[in-house]
Nanobody, 121 residues
Framework: QVQLVESGGGLVQPGGSLRLSCAASGSISSINAMGWYRQAPGKQRELVAA???????NYADSVKGRFTISRDYAKNTVYLQMNSLKAEDTAVYYC???????????????WGQGTQVTVSS
């Protein structure tokens, strides 16, 4: 029911920047949290950044000081600004929303389709 569409991935050189976007469609009553995860080949999916309904943010230690998560509730959109990119940031990035639908208030946990980020010279 709630669909997430990601954009903004691509190929960048080390030290470069990318901005990922994830927009949700569907009837949403509330959003408890928005987050970005990533998964590299041969590795488990890991949480990169998250933002709660109260605006609290948390980041993986590996991206602190380089990545910034933000939101636009009016557009049901979450962003991930990635600066000073490193080769270790190469992965498929997935957005995730957790909330409740409108009007049924059914809990949902939706994932985006994934967008490839490749950091290489």
């Amino acid at each position: 029911q709630v669909q997430l569409v990601e954009s903004g991935g691509g190929l960048v050189q080390p030290g470069g920047s990318l901005r990922l976007s994830c927009a949700a469609s569907g009837s949403i009553s509330s959003i408890n949290a928005m987050g970005w995860y990533r998964q590299a080949p041969g590795k488990q999916r890991e949480l990169v950044a998250a933002i709660t309904s109260g605006g609290s943010k948390n980041y993986a230690d590996s991206v602190k000081g380089r990545f910034t998560i933000s939101r636009d509730y009016a557009k049901n959109t979450v962003y991930l600004q990635m600066n000073s990119l490193k080769a270790e940031d190469t992965a498929v990035y997935y957005c995730n929303f957790e909330g409740r639908t409108w009007p049924a208030r059914t809990v949902f946990n939706s994932w985006g389709q994934g967008t490839q980020v490749t950091v290489s010279s």
